[in-house]
Nanobody, 122 residues
Framework: QVQLVESGGGLVQAGGSLRLSCAASGYIFNSYVMGWFRQAPGKERVFVAAITSNGGNTYYADSVKGRFTISRDNAKNTVYLQMNSLKPEDTAVYYC???????????????WGQGTQVTVSS
């Protein structure tokens, strides 16, 4: 059974950094595009970042470009989201996602996990 388990969330001050991890199991990890979504209180779940199956291409929402970096370690079946220069607006539950293509993932039609809370204080 497919499992995506997010970790690494927490409370951080504005300007600080966090690294989220997503441990995947139950499927051939390097056959899928991986990514991250987030959902702030009272808001829709939105795309954050994606990375192709071999790590060759990355994609980011405009709101996080230059601050967040997505990466993956296929040997460890893990995808990461390095978040720097965090802002209060980044406060949200962050969800790991998988899909067969970048298009499927960014359109929100992929599979995702249970999420991890990130809170950025002023």
């Amino acid at each position: 059974q497919v499992q995506l388990v997010e970790s690494g969330g927490g409370l951080v001050q504005a300007g600080g950094s966090l690294r989220l991890s997503c441990a995947a199991s139950g499927y051939i990890f390097n056959s899928y595009v991986m990514g991250w979504f987030r959902q702030a209180p009272g808001k829709e779940r939105v795309f954050v970042a994606a990375i192709t199956s071999n790590g060759g291409n990355t994609y980011y929402a405009d709101s996080v470009k230059g601050r967040f970096t997505i990466s993956r370690d296929n040997a460890k079946n893990t995808v990461y989201l390095q978040m720097n220069s965090l802002k209060p607006e980044d406060t949200a539950v962050y969800y790991c996602s998988r899909a067969v293509s970048v298009m499927v993932l960014t359109q929100g039609r992929g599979y995702w996990g249970q999420g991890t809370q990130v809170t950025v204080s002023s």
